[in-house]
Nanobody, 123 residues
């Protein structure tokens, strides 16, 4: 079993940076692919980024590529999402998800999911 808790969200102005954290419990965390998703009001949940168990492979949606960076610290059981150059279009609830096998872009395929943290980008 893996439990995930997101943190680091908040209200920020356009153009600034924010770092989200996903804290995990469970001894096998280090073997899991971790992904970030987001859901804006009135929109479907969408894939943002994913990182494999070693941190050696990362994947991004086109909308965040070049602005967001996903990383992980297996010793601390933490996964980060560094978000730069934020815009109002990035406003959403951000969720992390984990799976021992699946490493794709479908929320429904991840076995473990957090409750989300709100990110609001507004002037």
């Amino acid at each position: 079993q893996v439990q995930l808790v997101e943190s680091g969200g908040g209200l920020v102005q356009p153009g600034v940076s924010l770092r989200l954290s996903c804290a995990a419990s469970g001894r096998t965390f280090r073997t899991y692919t971790i992904a970030w998703f987001r859901q804006a009001p009135g929109k479907e949940r969408e894939f943002v980024a994913a990182i494999d168990w070693s941190g050696g492979s990362t994947y991004y949606s086109d909308s965040v590529k070049g602005r967001f960076t996903i990383s992980r610290d297996n010793a601390k059981k933490l996964v980060y999402l560094q978000m730069n150059s934020l815009s109002p279009e990035d406003t959403a609830v951000y969720y992390c998800a984990a799976d021992p096998i699946y490493g794709g872009r479908s929320w429904a395929e991840y076995n473990y999911r957090g409750q989300g943290t709100q990110v609001t980008v507004s002037s």
